[in-house]
């Protein structure tokens, strides 16, 4: 599938970000804003944590700018200075060169004395099912149902190869080997830890990376399993000995999809639903990252316990970690299986 030429790494991100603004029509006032908060924020997270580059900040190092400029700033102000990182991280993410934006859930946890009014688009299940019926080919309707389902970021669904995947292959004129982590595990989806950018997993260089800690689990129930096995039963020959999950089906045909593919895929299906604006920030827009918030917010308010979601969505604590891990047959999947909502009619 055809995507934009993107740049897949800067010397100066900023620069270039605010090269971009200026192209756009953005003030030189503006653009001046724009140049002290984030050049503040390179300072601060270079001093304070070690970060070098703009791209390997992460939500922590995110809220802890935020929680500096308290008592210093009045709310709005800080509020503004957030969505300027927010448009920052979300501009660099969707042209590619980052590979996700570390700022979208720290704005959907900003307090209430900062941010007393969110735009964020509530979508109901119902809607987003109405949205996932919308889309007729296999693979595009395999990768949202995915995302939906397990919560997984962008580049992880990417990363993911065939043997990541074990399910009953009924119908299916297609025979793997899931790797050895899903023996007595049926119908899960295994996601990895390992896979960062410029390494090679799985005989494959990556060229994006995953950002959990800790190799997870996901059950696949029946719906994602169908929704699975309708693009295994399309699916080109892969190109890559890794054997991908997800391939292109245009242009590059058998190559393993890039984030920025998925990334095209969602926000086509979301401006034909009036989900997505040009300019509009992950706090209005639906995108991969949105599914995300969309699985831990409705999943988390259907089974009341924080800690399964935490462990599903690959979030780093030790001991909700350790305890899932140990009882994963029992209750994690049947919780999930209890739980999880429908995304197709």
Known sequence: MATESTPEALEDPIGYFLDDQRYHGKSDRTLEAYRRVLREFERFVREEFGVEAMGEATRRECMAWIHSLRGGYESSTIATYASYLNRFYDYMNRIGTFDENPMALVMEELSESIDSNPTRRDVSIAEMRSFVDSIGHPLERGLVVTLLKTGMRVGEL????????????????????????????????????????????????????????????????????????????????????????????????????????????????????????????????????????????????????????????????????????????????????????????
């Open 158 to 345: 990417c990363n993911l190869d065939l043997r990541d995947l074990r399910v009953a292959g009924d119908g299916l004129d297609l025979e793997w080997t899931p790797r050895v982590e899903l023996d007595r595990r049926p119908s899960s989806l295994f996601v990895s830890a390992e896979p960062a950018r410029g390494t090679r997993v799985n005989g494959e260089e990556r060229t994006a990376s995953n950002k959990r800690k800790r190799n997870t689990v996901v059950p696949v129930d029946e719906e994602l399993r169908t929704a699975l096995s309708e693009w295994l039963a399309i699916r080109p020959d892969p190109i890559s000995p890794a054997d991908p999950l997800f391939l292109d089906t245009g242009q590059d045909w058998g190559r393993r999809l890039a984030p920025s593919d998925v990334r095209y895929v969602v926000e086509k299906h979301a401006r034909e639903r009036g989900w997505y604006r040009t300019g509009g920030g992950t706090t209005e827009n639906v995108t991969p990252h949105y599914f995300r918030h969309f699985f831990t917010t409705h999943l988390r308010d259907r089974t009341g316990d924080r800690g399964i979601v935490q462990y599903l969505r690959g979030d780093v604590a030790s001991d909700v970690i350790d305890t899932y891990t140990h009882d994963w047959g029992d209750r994690v999947r049947e919780t999930y299986l209890e739980h999880i909502y429908s995304v197709t009619a």
